[in-house]
């Protein structure tokens, strides 16, 4: 396979990664929302939050940089189950609860309001991106048997932080002692997968925790090489897709697919297959050239033109300072002619 390896590596950590001035503008926006939502609750004689739990993605350090900058911040607010109460003195309903929230979360300052949704209510900032807020009750939190319910269609049985730590604990197990501490090519292979799925808004894919969930069950090892152990992964999950579409979750006894036979899931296999047949010419040929333009088909990227440009270049001058080691036959023309 031709080398590419510093190159995907570099595409990662340039156009990939959420840099960590956008992540602390992202937390401190987080932070705000936690304020205003208190204080929201206070000014409107409701009870106030037991705590908040950030997860999804940014908890779990998968955010992948977006073009148009829409990110998701989920970040829940969890009430002790015996202040969610009416009036009347009877539990607030999910819906209730979410209405709560956000007519509390409102602020003049906001050019689109926050909604409810299904599972949540949803902030707008002018950017373009959003914060996601799950709205919990939570029962004896002193003791082993700690239960968190989500504010759904119904009172739904969760666990908030069981993901990001389920997360956490698959990144240690597949840790190499080749890698510094707290770097993880897992979470990377993650967020390249989760970049390759927004790389065309046409497509239709599946959601970035379904691809975090296929990526730890086909991520097995540490490969030095970046760019064979994204290769790997795609086929691993397309093969694996072949054989079924349904995702489990990875901490509740439920599917994260609605079907066997998901529209998403069926895009998601049909453009690995492309992709990995876009990528068969980095198995076979010696240049780079080559090997670098597949990558950017893959991607949908212009990250990498220049160096495509630059090895073009440098083939050029090799040629050009090539000088003969015979004669040039004046008939034949030539440089010598």
């Known amino acids: 396979m031709i080398d590419c390896s510093n190159e995907i590596h570099n595409f990662h950590g340039?156009?990939?990664?959420?840099?960590?001035?956008?992540?602390?503008?992202?937390?401190?926006?987080a932070d705000a929302n936690e304020r205003r939502l208190k204080d929201g609750l206070k000014e409107a004689d409701e009870p106030a939050?037991?705590?908040?739990?950030?997860?999804?993605?940014y908890a779990m350090r998968t955010t992948v940089q977006h073009p148009e900058n829409d990110y998701d911040i989920d970040?829940?607010?969890?009430?002790?189950?015996?202040?969610?109460?009416?009036r009347q003195g009877a539990d607030k309903t999910p819906l209730d609860a979410r209405k709560m929230v956000c007519d509390a979360l409102f602020d003049d300052a906001f050019k689109k309001k926050p909604e409810v949704r299904d599972n949540c209510v949803r902030v707008f900032y002018n950017e373009g991106h959003h914060v996601d807020v799950p709205v919990y009750r939570m029962e004896n939190p002193d003791s082993d048997s700690t239960l968190y319910e989500l504010a759904s269609a119904d009172?739904?049985?969760?666990?908030?932080?069981?993901?990001t730590e389920w997360f956490q604990k698959q990144l240690n197990a597949k840790h190499s002692s080749q890698e510094k501490a707290g770097h993880h090519q897992m979470r990377r292979m993650v967020r390249l997968l989760?970049?390759?799925?927004?790389?065309?808004?046409s497509w239709n894919m599946p959601s970035g925790f379904v691809l975090t969930v296929l990526t730890n069950e086909r991520y097995w090892n540490f490969d030095e090489r970046e760019d064979r152990a994204f290769y790997n992964l795609l086929k691993s999950i397309k093969s694996r897709l072949d054989g079924s579409l349904v995702v489990q979750h990875p901490v509740l006894a439920e599917t994260l697919t609605k079907t066997n036979e998901d529209a998403c899931m069926k895009e998601l296999r049909e453009r690995l297959e492309w992709a990995i047949s876009e990528l068969e010419i980095t198995q076979t040929t010696d240049s780079k050239k080559q090997g670098l333009k597949a990558w950017r088909r893959v991607f949908d990227t212009d990250y990498f033109d220049d160096q495509i440009d630059e090895n073009i270049?440098?083939?050029?001058?090799?040629?050009?300072?090539d000088e003969p080691t015979a004669p040039v036959q004046k008939a034949g023309g030539g440089r010598f002619g």
Do not use: T, Y
């Not at 970040?75 to 009416?86: A, I």
């Open 49 to 57: 939050p037991s705590h908040f739990v950030l997860q999804g993605s």
């Open 75 to 86: 970040d829940g607010v969890v009430f002790m189950k015996e202040s969610l109460k009416g």
């Open 313 to 321: 270049s440098n083939c050029s001058l090799v040629i050009a300072n």
């Open 194 to 201: 989760k970049k390759f799925a927004i790389s065309r808004a």
């Open 155 to 163: 009172w739904k049985k969760s666990n908030p932080e069981a993901v």
């Open 14 to 29: 340039d156009r990939v990664k959420l840099s960590e001035d956008v992540r602390k503008k992202l937390s401190d926006q």
